[in-house]
């Protein structure tokens, strides 16, 4: 079982990124679990099947939410994990010359990228950039030029999701590249 944020080679998919899918289409290609899970919370977390495990059919990632005591709450929440490790773990392919989704256009604005993490259209953002980042052999200055932001904006739309930092570090430095600080 693949929890997708520790994968240093990205798994290849087909347009559109799967991150972007509206709601209804992403849940027909997940199987959707439910369960108890332990900790705090007493008896009724012993006896309430709240927690939520989505997998996602096409690519063996899953995310798990059991933190709240409504199950429509979990899934909601497990479903914007999966989105982001479907952003930081799944590659589309990157086409030559003019690039930059119609929503990464809207969200650019003179070269920075305005949107808060929590927001809906942050897992596909995330996405974009960094399939651009990883076709461009994983050079934020490369990448930047082409998402038309500068290296910089580019890292901290990145930093905003700490995990895929991380991951994103681990592969730069297995390449011989320096690691980028968030910031």
């Keep these: 079982m693949l929890t997708g944020r520790e994968l240093i080679e990205p798994l290849l998919i087909a347009a559109p990124h799967p991150a972007g899918l509206d709601d209804d289409t992403i849940m027909r290609e997940i199987i959707l679990t439910r369960g108890r899970t332990s900790g705090p919370g007493g008896q009724h977390r012993n006896r309430v099947e709240t ?17 709240r005591r409504i199950p429509a709450d979990n899934q909601r929440v497990a479903l914007r994990r999966l989105r982001l490790i479907l952003a930081a773990s799944c590659r589309a392919p990157v086409p030559l010359g003019e690039i930059g989704s119609d929503l990464w256009r809207s969200r650019n604005r003179g070269g920075r990228i305005a ?24 050079d934020h200055k490369r990448a930047g030029l082409r998402l038309d ?35």
């Design 51 to 67: 927690q939520v495990t989505l997998a996602h059919n096409p690519t063996g990632l899953v995310a798990v939410a059991g933190e």
């Design 115 to 138: 949107v808060n993490p929590s927001h809906r259209d942050y897992p596909t953002l995330l996405a974009e950039a960094l399939d651009v980042l990883h076709a461009a052999g994983l």
């Design 149 to 183: 932001v500068s290296p910089s904006q580019l890292m901290k739309l990145i930093a905003k999701d700490l995990p895929t930092l991380d991951a994103l570090n681990r592969a730069r430095e297995a390449r011989g590249l320096h690691s980028i600080r968030p910031g």
